[in-house]
């Protein structure tokens, strides 16, 4: 995993500059690396973004040791398995990688709230659509089996239009990236998830 090695020396310049500690971590690939109104988007949450591009679920459980050293959030908003599925890895790969990130992250800290953001439906990874849809639905299913503050945060169905086709509006031109109008609409159904599920357990 040699090449996220200089996007994990930036992860630790950005946490050697927070004068505060974190409340809520967000980690994951590249859709949380690129939000660049994050910190605006919940700073009632005291975040910081902990995303590096490219990243997989794999790279994800690799790498937390190294980028949570000397952290303490109460909370943790998760991005991953994207770019596993866009490598050609199978459904139930990142699902594997799902539950040994929990297991980690439970290792590290406890039952603090962890919201998963579902993976999302793309313009230039719709010939895999099918695999999307499964990977959220076995994770999906084993949130709800864990007996723990763990969440499924779905902003899969909203990104759909009327034909259950991406909403083009919502992504940059090459269909990958969302845009900011699609940060808004992350934005929005993430908060809603924080105020039911996990607002009373961070503040």
Known sequence: ?????????????????????????????????????????????HPINLGFGGSTMAACVWYLDRVMAGLQPKGMVLYAGDNDLGDGRHPEE????????????????GNIPVAYISIK????????????????KLVAEEIER???????????DRMLDGNSYPKRDL???????????GYALWKEIINETLASKLLHLIQ
């Open 1 to 45: 995993m040699f090449w996220y090695e200089e996007d994990i020396k930036r992860l630790e310049t950005i946490k050697a500059a927070v004068k505060e500690q974190p409340e809520l971590i967000f980690y994951g690939s590249s859709s949380i690396r690129l939000w660049q109104g994050l910190n605006a988007d919940f700073s009632g949450y």
């Open 94 to 109: 990142v699902f594997i990688f799902f539950k040994q990130l929990m297991a980690d992250i439970r290792k590290h800290f």
């Open 121 to 136: 439906p793309s313009i230039k990874r719709f010939n895999i659509i099918n695999q999307i849809k499964f990977t959220n």
């Open 146 to 156: 864990m007996s723990d503050a763990t969440f499924f945060v779905n902003i899969y």
């Open 171 to 181: 992504f940059e031109p090459e269909g990958l990236h969302i845009n900011d109008k």
